[in-house]
């Protein structure tokens, strides 16, 4: 027998100044999702914009009751924002998708199918090429850190990594950076969890640019990643 479809999954959808991106994503989210699942919601997190990001997120949610907005006050961080829309998920799967319209949903369409067949599934960027060298090249040593760190092999920490949310909210993940899911996995891997890895594509982004090499943002994965190799370190104790 094969794996049984999934019924219902939540789209946690941070958005940090993206008015230029956030009804775009949304729209296509409406397209795609219900091809592979009987019912669904979306959960935006506006994280402390200051443009219009938060009043797009309002005006989505009041004209689709399938569309909620949660807003931080300040700016918190993508893993504060991803465990909100956690914590409101109502669904059997969560899945995050980024408001800047990176993630392709069309290309994310491999991943669905083999929900069921592992805990969690891990998508890595199978066209990679179409980011730049030094992105590229940022992204190989940040994941080879991490495998040494945590003694695995996986190809990314990083993305639209789809969990069972019972099984997501087992674990206490302390990282609120852009290293929260690499935390996560780690957690749950070391917990018995099974991963299934799949390429998809994603695309450049149509208006703004990557928030992940601000000084603020570097110096806390910087931070991160020490308390991760302290929490590695202490397993073996």
């Given at each position: 027998?094969?794996?049984?479809?999934?019924?219902?999954?939540?789209?946690?959808?941070?958005?940090?100044?993206?008015?230029?991106?956030?009804?775009?994503?949304?729209?296509?989210?409406?397209?795609?999702?219900?091809?592979?699942?009987?019912?669904?919601?979306?959960?935006?997190?506006?994280?402390?914009?200051?443009?219009?990001?938060?009043?797009?997120?309002?005006?989505?949610?009041?004209?689709?009751?399938?569309?909620?907005?949660?807003?931080?006050?300040?700016?918190?961080?993508?893993?504060?924002?991803?465990?909100?829309?956690?914590?409101?998920?109502?669904?059997?799967?969560?899945?995050?998708?980024?408001?800047?319209?990176?993630?392709?949903?069309?290309?994310?369409?491999?991943?669905?199918?083999?929900?069921?067949?592992?805990?969690?599934?891990?998508?890595?960027?199978?066209?990679?090429?179409?980011?730049?060298?030094?992105?590229?090249?940022?992204?190989?040593?940040?994941?080879?850190?991490?495998?040494?760190?945590?003694?695995?092999?996986?190809?990314?920490?990083?993305?639209?990594?789809?969990?069972?949310?019972?099984?997501?909210?087992?674990?206490?993940?302390?990282?609120?950076?852009?290293?929260y899911q690499a935390e996560t996995l780690a957690l749950l891997i070391r917990r018995g969890a099974t991963v299934r890895e799949v390429g998809i594509d994603i695309r450049p982004r149509s208006a703004g640019?990557?928030?992940?090499?601000?000084?603020?943002?570097?110096?806390?994965?910087?931070?991160?990643?020490?308390?991760?190799?302290?929490?590695?370190?202490?397993?073996?104790?």
């Amino acid at each position: 027998m094969g794996p049984m479809p999934a019924r219902s999954i939540s789209v946690v959808v941070p958005a940090l100044n993206e008015e230029a991106n956030l009804e775009a994503t949304v729209a296509e989210i409406h397209a795609e999702i219900p091809r592979h699942f009987e019912d669904y919601e979306i959960l935006i997190v506006d994280d402390g914009s200051r443009d219009r990001t938060g009043a797009l997120a309002d005006a989505l949610a009041r004209a689709d009751p399938r569309v909620k907005a949660f807003h931080n006050d300040l700016n918190r961080g993508l893993g504060h924002a991803y465990f909100r829309g956690v914590s409101e998920a109502s669904k059997e799967y969560v899945v995050m998708v980024c408001g800047d319209g990176e993630n392709s949903l069309e290309g994310m369409a491999p991943m669905w199918p083999l929900i069921g067949t592992a805990d969690i599934i891990a998508p890595h960027t199978a066209n990679a090429e179409i980011r730049t060298p030094f992105r590229r090249a940022v992204s190989r040593f940040g994941t080879g850190v991490l495998n040494t760190i945590f003694g695995l092999n996986l190809r990314c920490y990083t993305g639209t990594v789809v969990h069972r949310l019972a099984t997501l909210r087992s674990v206490q993940v302390k990282s609120l950076d852009f290293l929260y899911q690499a935390e996560t996995l780690a957690l749950l891997i070391r917990r018995g969890a099974t991963v299934r890895e799949v390429g998809i594509d994603i695309r450049p982004r149509s208006a703004g640019k990557t928030k992940i090499f601000k000084l603020k943002n570097l110096w806390g994965m910087s931070l991160t990643l020490t308390r991760l190799a302290w929490m590695r370190f202490s397993w073996r104790s």
